[in-house]
């Protein structure tokens, strides 16, 4: 008999409001893997240090921080809890998404963080995991079995983004506007890819998919089709 087959890591890259959310679960549910968002781990780390008052841009304090903390996912990667508090709710903001986007250059966040997702990666209980960030093809998981980086001109991500705070089913209507949301993604963007320590920037051995023209099933199409030209599906 062989060996039990090695669990595989999808690394799904790209800046914010480009989909890799709502693509990463569903490639997740399509395949049964696990769905890990770490754009949710940098959020909670964020809010959670916000809410003891830390300086968000201070790596000493961070660091000591962290040593305090428990991070981990429930409803297969839908909800982050932080030493048991559900912050599920919370990291979804636009000023959760600016302080993540400070807290996450800080290298002690970082090393924390990253270590504890390649644990998660490789968990050999599970067939496989679609992984979501920003450096997950270029650090996390240098040696994944199919990188995706996803890219969508700067409208497109404002509209998509302005949605994601504005659901079907709300009973207001958002008060963010398309403005808002624009100097928001700019402004994170240009943090992330600028910064020192695993900027968001492309692996060389990935796929990009340019999303702006694209619905979400073609999208999801396209990766399928990447796993089978690798072969990871049949
Ligand atoms: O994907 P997101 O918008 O939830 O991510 C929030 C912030 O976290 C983003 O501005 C940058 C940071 N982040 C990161 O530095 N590395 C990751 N792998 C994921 C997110």
Redesign the pocket.
Known sequence: LNAKTKSIVIAIDGP?GVG?STISKLVAKRFAYDYV????M??AVAIAASDKGLNLDIDSALAEFCKTIEIHFEDNGTKVFVNDVDLSERIRTPKA?EQ??RS?ALPSVRDFLISLQQKMGRDPGSSGVVME????GTI?FKDAELKIYLDADEKTRTRRRHGDYSPPQATQASSITLDEVENELAG?DKR?RERKH?PLRMAENAALIDTTDLTIDEVVERIVGLMKEKEIIA
């Not at 968002?37 to 949710?40: K, S, V």
């Not at 960030?133 to 997950?136: S, V």
């Open positions: 914010s890799k968002d770490t754009g949710a940098y959020r998404g993540a986007s996450s960030g920003r450096d997950i996390v994170r992330d695993s």
